[in-house]
């Protein structure tokens, strides 16, 4: 398992991509700016909150910070103010880290895992993906959940093309259906 870092990302992954594309300047380069995972959970009790911001912790190594409804919605049974969700963002080591530990121990878990879908990204060289639970996280025991929630994961490039961002995760690691 080789782990990211910036040395081996400016080692491995910049000659690459200034090979296939031809940056004539450094500054062109795609990299990763920030990783962003995020978990709704609707209107639920203090203690489901807890619990689902332990396990947030755990899987990111830092604390997430809640979000809150902004608007009333009677048919949810939700008020304005409410927290309903959760979300971390990871930059620098940090980002790096949990990167490494997505590509090589958690996709791999994922149950008949052949790749991410290729169409996911959003046109500014963005990829968005959902994990249905928790539970490929090893970190996680299995007695410790008390119900199974999904989670949203955001990985921001500043690539400007869709091309130039699946070429960077390429880079980097990721595996994409065909």
């Known amino acids: 398992m080789e782990r990211i870092t910036t040395h081996w990302y400016n080692e491995q992954v910049v000659p690459q991509l200034q090979q296939k594309f031809g940056y004539k300047n450094v500054h062109q380069i795609p990299k990763l700016r920030s990783i962003h995972l995020n978990r709704c959970l609707g209107a639920v009790s203090q203690k489901i909150l807890n619990s689902c911001s332990e396990e947030l912790a755990i899987i990111s190594g830092q604390k997430p910070k809640l979000t809150y409804s902004k608007k009333a919605i009677a048919a949810f049974q939700l008020r304005k103010g409410m927290?309903?969700?959760?979300?971390?963002?990871?930059?620098?080591?940090?980002?790096?880290?949990?990167?490494?530990?997505?590509?090589?121990?958690?996709?791999?878990?994922?149950?008949?895992?052949?790749?991410?879908?290729?169409?996911?990204?959003?046109?500014?060289?963005?990829?968005?993906?959902?994990?249905?639970?928790?539970?490929?996280?090893?970190?996680?025991?299995?007695?410790?959940?008390?119900?199974?929630?999904?989670?949203?994961?955001?990985?921001?490039?500043?690539?400007?093309?869709?091309?130039?961002?699946?070429?960077?995760?390429?880079?980097?690691?990721?595996?994409?259906?065909?």
């Not at 249905?132 to 500043?158: K, M, S, W």
């Open 83 to 178: 927290p309903i969700g959760m979300t971390v963002t990871l930059r620098r080591q940090r980002m790096y880290d949990f990167l490494t530990k997505l590509i090589h121990l958690v996709l791999p878990r994922l149950k008949d895992f052949r790749g991410l879908n290729p169409t996911s990204f959003d046109g500014k060289g963005n990829y968005n993906l959902g994990l249905p639970d928790q539970l490929a996280f090893a970190e996680l025991a299995y007695d410790q959940i008390d119900q199974f929630r999904g989670l949203d994961v955001c990985i921001v490039t500043t690539a400007q093309t869709d091309a130039e961002a699946r070429a960077l995760l390429e880079g980097l690691g990721m595996r994409f259906r065909v």
